[in-house]
Protein backbone atom coordinates (compact mmCIF):
# COMPACT_ATOMS: atom_id res chain seq x y z
CA UNK A 1 0.00 0.00 0.00
CA UNK A 2 2.68 2.29 0.84
CA UNK A 3 5.47 2.40 -1.45
CA UNK A 4 9.11 3.95 -0.76
CA UNK A 5 11.86 4.67 -3.35
CA UNK A 6 14.75 3.24 -2.66
CA UNK A 7 16.91 6.60 -3.70
CA UNK A 8 16.15 8.64 -0.91
CA UNK A 9 18.02 12.19 -0.95
CA UNK A 10 16.46 15.15 1.13
CA UNK A 11 17.46 14.26 4.83
CA UNK A 12 18.03 17.81 6.04
CA UNK A 13 16.40 19.19 9.08
CA UNK A 14 13.50 21.22 8.04
CA UNK A 15 11.49 23.89 11.17
CA UNK A 16 8.60 24.34 9.30
CA UNK A 17 5.70 26.56 9.98
CA UNK A 18 2.75 24.10 11.12
CA UNK A 19 -0.61 24.67 11.33
CA UNK A 20 -1.55 22.41 14.72
CA UNK A 21 0.31 22.64 18.32
CA UNK A 22 2.89 19.35 19.04
CA UNK A 23 0.78 18.23 21.77
CA UNK A 24 2.04 14.97 23.84
CA UNK A 25 0.45 11.98 22.40
CA UNK A 26 -0.45 9.91 25.86
CA UNK A 27 -3.38 8.34 25.78
CA UNK A 28 -5.81 7.29 28.16
CA UNK A 29 -6.49 3.48 28.89
CA UNK A 30 -9.22 3.02 26.77
CA UNK A 31 -7.76 5.56 23.39
CA UNK A 32 -4.48 3.03 24.06
CA UNK A 33 -6.61 0.00 23.87
CA UNK A 34 -8.82 1.40 20.70
CA UNK A 35 -4.93 2.13 19.00
CA UNK A 36 -3.40 -0.82 19.39
CA UNK A 37 -6.79 -3.38 18.65
CA UNK A 38 -8.13 -1.01 15.34
CA UNK A 39 -4.56 1.29 13.71
CA UNK A 40 -3.84 -1.87 11.48
CA UNK A 41 -7.42 -2.13 10.39
CA UNK A 42 -7.59 1.70 9.79
CA UNK A 43 -4.28 4.01 10.32
CA UNK A 44 -2.15 3.77 7.08
CA UNK A 45 1.76 3.60 8.74
CA UNK A 46 3.62 6.19 6.44
CA UNK A 47 7.58 6.05 6.55
CA UNK A 48 8.74 9.47 8.31
CA UNK A 49 11.46 11.94 7.85
CA UNK A 50 12.63 13.92 11.07
CA UNK A 51 8.95 14.22 13.10
CA UNK A 52 6.14 12.07 14.21
CA UNK A 53 4.17 13.90 12.18
CA UNK A 54 6.27 13.76 8.93
CA UNK A 55 5.88 11.92 5.87
CA UNK A 56 9.07 10.56 4.35
CA UNK A 57 9.60 12.54 0.76
CA UNK A 58 9.92 9.14 -1.09
CA UNK A 59 6.84 7.75 0.16
CA UNK A 60 3.58 7.30 -1.73
CA UNK A 61 0.19 5.45 -1.28
CA UNK A 62 -1.31 3.10 -3.76
CA UNK A 63 -5.24 4.46 -2.81
CA UNK A 64 -6.61 1.33 -4.69
CA UNK A 65 -4.42 -1.27 -2.30
CA UNK A 66 -5.37 0.51 0.84
CA UNK A 67 -9.22 0.83 0.06
CA UNK A 68 -9.45 -2.40 -1.42
CA UNK A 69 -11.25 -0.90 -4.14
CA UNK A 70 -10.96 2.04 -6.75
CA UNK A 71 -14.26 4.30 -5.75
CA UNK A 72 -14.62 8.17 -5.44
CA UNK A 73 -12.42 9.93 -2.77
CA UNK A 74 -13.29 12.36 -0.08
CA UNK A 75 -10.59 13.24 1.67
CA UNK A 76 -11.00 15.22 5.62
CA UNK A 77 -8.54 17.55 6.95
CA UNK A 78 -8.29 17.60 10.50
CA UNK A 79 -11.51 15.11 12.01
CA UNK A 80 -10.45 15.50 15.34
CA UNK A 81 -12.14 12.77 17.30
CA UNK A 82 -14.06 12.05 13.70
CA UNK A 83 -17.38 13.38 15.03
CA UNK A 84 -18.12 14.78 11.21
CA UNK A 85 -16.17 12.28 9.88
CA UNK A 86 -17.65 9.03 11.32
CA UNK A 87 -21.59 10.18 10.49
CA UNK A 88 -20.63 11.69 6.93
CA UNK A 89 -18.42 8.54 5.97
CA UNK A 90 -21.55 6.74 6.79
CA UNK A 91 -23.93 8.17 4.40
CA UNK A 92 -21.40 7.49 1.62
CA UNK A 93 -20.22 4.03 1.73
CA UNK A 94 -19.93 4.09 -2.17
CA UNK A 95 -17.04 6.51 -1.39
CA UNK A 96 -13.30 5.70 0.08
CA UNK A 97 -12.16 8.83 2.91
CA UNK A 98 -8.88 9.31 4.12
CA UNK A 99 -8.54 11.46 6.68
CA UNK A 100 -5.35 13.47 7.70
CA UNK A 101 -4.99 14.04 11.26
CA UNK A 102 -1.96 15.29 13.50
CA UNK A 103 -3.22 14.34 17.03
CA UNK A 104 -2.94 10.72 17.87
CA UNK A 105 -5.36 10.38 20.91
CA UNK A 106 -8.24 12.15 18.52
CA UNK A 107 -7.34 9.02 16.01
CA UNK A 108 -7.55 6.40 19.17
CA UNK A 109 -10.76 7.73 19.82
CA UNK A 110 -11.85 7.51 15.95
CA UNK A 111 -10.42 4.03 16.15
CA UNK A 112 -13.13 2.89 18.72
CA UNK A 113 -15.81 4.31 17.06
CA UNK A 114 -15.20 3.39 12.93
CA UNK A 115 -15.04 -0.04 14.48
CA UNK A 116 -18.24 -0.18 16.99
CA UNK A 117 -19.98 1.67 13.92
CA UNK A 118 -18.54 -1.23 11.22
CA UNK A 119 -17.50 1.71 9.12
CA UNK A 120 -15.03 0.07 6.72
CA UNK A 121 -14.84 3.11 4.46
CA UNK A 122 -12.19 5.08 6.25
CA UNK A 123 -7.92 5.74 6.30
CA UNK A 124 -6.09 7.38 8.44
CA UNK A 125 -2.71 8.96 8.09
CA UNK A 126 -1.29 10.32 11.39
CA UNK A 127 0.11 12.80 10.12
CA UNK A 128 0.54 17.22 8.39
CA UNK A 129 -1.87 17.18 5.81
CA UNK A 130 -0.11 19.45 4.13
CA UNK A 131 2.41 16.80 3.52
CA UNK A 132 -0.06 14.44 3.16
CA UNK A 133 -1.69 15.90 0.06
CA UNK A 134 1.84 16.68 -0.85
CA UNK A 135 2.91 13.18 -1.37
CA UNK A 136 0.08 10.41 -0.88
CA UNK A 137 -2.97 12.01 -2.95
CA UNK A 138 -2.60 11.70 -6.63
CA UNK A 139 -3.31 15.24 -9.24
CA UNK A 140 -7.15 14.92 -9.83
CA UNK A 141 -8.04 12.36 -7.67
CA UNK A 142 -10.42 13.90 -5.21
CA UNK A 143 -13.52 13.91 -5.57
CA UNK A 144 -14.47 16.63 -2.07
CA UNK A 145 -12.23 18.05 0.62
CA UNK A 146 -13.39 18.53 3.70
CA UNK A 147 -12.28 20.87 6.23
CA UNK A 148 -14.56 21.37 8.97
CA UNK A 149 -13.44 24.17 11.35
CA UNK A 150 -9.61 23.86 11.18
CA UNK A 151 -7.03 26.00 13.44
CA UNK A 152 -8.43 29.92 13.50
CA UNK A 153 -4.90 31.38 14.64
CA UNK A 154 -7.05 34.30 15.55
CA UNK A 155 -3.87 36.54 16.53
CA UNK A 156 -2.50 38.61 13.57
CA UNK A 157 1.21 37.20 14.98
CA UNK A 158 -0.23 33.56 14.27
CA UNK A 159 -2.05 34.27 10.75
CA UNK A 160 1.19 32.05 9.15
CA UNK A 161 -0.06 29.08 10.45
CA UNK A 162 -3.20 28.98 8.99
CA UNK A 163 -3.77 26.13 6.84
CA UNK A 164 -5.51 27.96 4.47
CA UNK A 165 -3.14 29.95 2.22
CA UNK A 166 -2.30 30.67 -1.32
CA UNK A 167 -0.14 27.64 -1.30
CA UNK A 168 -2.17 25.23 0.35
CA UNK A 169 -5.33 26.37 -2.20
CA UNK A 170 -2.75 25.61 -5.20
CA UNK A 171 -2.12 22.07 -3.51
CA UNK A 172 -5.63 21.40 -2.89
CA UNK A 173 -6.80 22.46 -6.05
CA UNK A 174 -4.36 20.25 -7.69
CA UNK A 175 -5.31 17.37 -6.02
CA UNK A 176 -8.98 17.83 -6.89
CA UNK A 177 -11.04 16.28 -9.93
CA UNK A 178 -12.83 18.77 -12.45
CA UNK A 179 -15.68 19.48 -10.77
CA UNK A 180 -14.34 18.19 -7.17
CA UNK A 181 -15.77 20.39 -4.07
CA UNK A 182 -13.91 21.86 -1.47
CA UNK A 183 -16.53 22.22 1.92
CA UNK A 184 -14.79 24.46 4.65
CA UNK A 185 -16.68 25.58 7.84
CA UNK A 186 -15.98 28.00 10.71
CA UNK A 187 -16.83 29.84 13.23
CA UNK A 188 -14.35 32.86 13.01
CA UNK A 189 -15.07 35.44 10.76
CA UNK A 190 -12.27 37.18 10.38
CA UNK A 191 -10.88 33.43 8.93
CA UNK A 192 -13.72 32.82 7.09
CA UNK A 193 -13.16 36.43 4.99
CA UNK A 194 -9.58 35.17 4.72
CA UNK A 195 -10.44 31.29 3.31
CA UNK A 196 -12.50 33.42 0.80
CA UNK A 197 -9.75 36.24 -0.47
CA UNK A 198 -6.88 32.93 -0.72
CA UNK A 199 -9.87 30.76 -2.62
CA UNK A 200 -11.35 33.76 -4.57
CA UNK A 201 -7.97 33.86 -5.58
CA UNK A 202 -7.05 30.83 -6.88
CA UNK A 203 -8.20 30.51 -10.83
CA UNK A 204 -9.57 27.22 -10.76
CA UNK A 205 -11.31 27.15 -7.45
CA UNK A 206 -15.44 29.20 -7.92
CA UNK A 207 -17.31 29.65 -4.86
CA UNK A 208 -20.60 27.96 -4.84
CA UNK A 209 -23.48 29.42 -4.65
CA UNK A 210 -21.04 32.20 -5.79
CA UNK A 211 -20.17 34.85 -3.31
CA UNK A 212 -23.34 34.05 -0.93
CA UNK A 213 -21.81 31.51 1.74
CA UNK A 214 -22.72 27.98 0.91
CA UNK A 215 -26.10 26.47 2.76
CA UNK A 216 -24.48 24.04 5.68
CA UNK A 217 -24.23 20.42 4.19
CA UNK A 218 -27.14 18.42 5.47
CA UNK A 219 -25.18 15.53 6.84
CA UNK A 220 -22.63 18.04 8.66
CA UNK A 221 -23.23 17.26 11.98
CA UNK A 222 -23.05 20.02 15.19
CA UNK A 223 -20.22 18.42 16.68
CA UNK A 224 -18.69 19.53 19.95
CA UNK A 225 -16.05 22.01 18.78
CA UNK A 226 -19.03 23.53 16.94
CA UNK A 227 -21.72 23.65 19.82
CA UNK A 228 -18.89 25.37 22.17
CA UNK A 229 -18.66 28.00 19.27
CA UNK A 230 -22.44 28.52 19.23
CA UNK A 231 -22.81 28.71 22.86
CA UNK A 232 -19.70 31.80 23.60
CA UNK A 233 -22.06 33.28 20.77
CA UNK A 234 -19.80 33.12 17.34
CA UNK A 235 -21.57 32.68 14.21
CA UNK A 236 -20.81 29.36 11.52
CA UNK A 237 -19.71 30.03 8.25
CA UNK A 238 -19.85 27.27 5.79
CA UNK A 239 -18.08 27.60 1.83
CA UNK A 240 -18.11 25.41 -0.64
CA UNK A 241 -15.42 25.81 -4.04
CA UNK A 242 -15.72 24.11 -7.02
CA UNK A 243 -12.93 23.04 -8.83
CA UNK A 244 -13.15 24.37 -12.27
CA UNK A 245 -10.62 24.73 -15.16
C1 LIG B 1 -10.28 22.73 15.84
S1 LIG B 1 -10.08 21.06 15.55
C2 LIG B 1 -11.54 20.62 14.62
C3 LIG B 1 -11.82 19.13 14.62
C4 LIG B 1 -12.99 18.66 13.77
N1 LIG B 1 -12.79 18.97 12.36
C5 LIG B 1 -14.31 19.23 14.25
O1 LIG B 1 -14.97 19.91 13.45
O2 LIG B 1 -14.68 18.99 15.39
C6 LIG B 1 -8.79 21.08 14.33
C7 LIG B 1 -8.17 19.70 14.10
O3 LIG B 1 -7.25 19.79 13.03
C8 LIG B 1 -6.08 19.05 13.36
N2 LIG B 1 -5.00 19.62 12.55
C9 LIG B 1 -4.49 20.88 12.62
N3 LIG B 1 -3.56 21.07 11.69
C10 LIG B 1 -3.46 19.89 10.98
C11 LIG B 1 -2.66 19.47 9.90
N4 LIG B 1 -1.77 20.28 9.32
N5 LIG B 1 -2.82 18.23 9.44
C12 LIG B 1 -3.72 17.37 10.01
N6 LIG B 1 -4.51 17.73 11.05
C13 LIG B 1 -4.39 18.97 11.53
C14 LIG B 1 -5.94 19.23 14.85
O4 LIG B 1 -5.15 18.22 15.45
C15 LIG B 1 -7.40 19.17 15.29
O5 LIG B 1 -7.80 17.84 15.54
Do not use: C
Not at 215 to 221: F, G, I, K, V, Y
Amino acid sequence: MIGLAAETTDLRVRREVVSFVRRSNRMRPNQRRAWESYRNRFVIDVPRQQTSTSIHPAASLDLVATFGRDANLIVEIGPGAGESLIPMAETRPQANVLAFEVYRPAIARMLGHLARDGIDNVRIVEADAVAGMQQLVPAASIDEIWMFFPDPWPKPRHHKRRLVTPAFAALAASRMKRGGMWRLATDWADYADWMRKVLDNHAGLIEVPARGGSPRLAERPITQFEQRALDAGRQIFDLAYRRVD
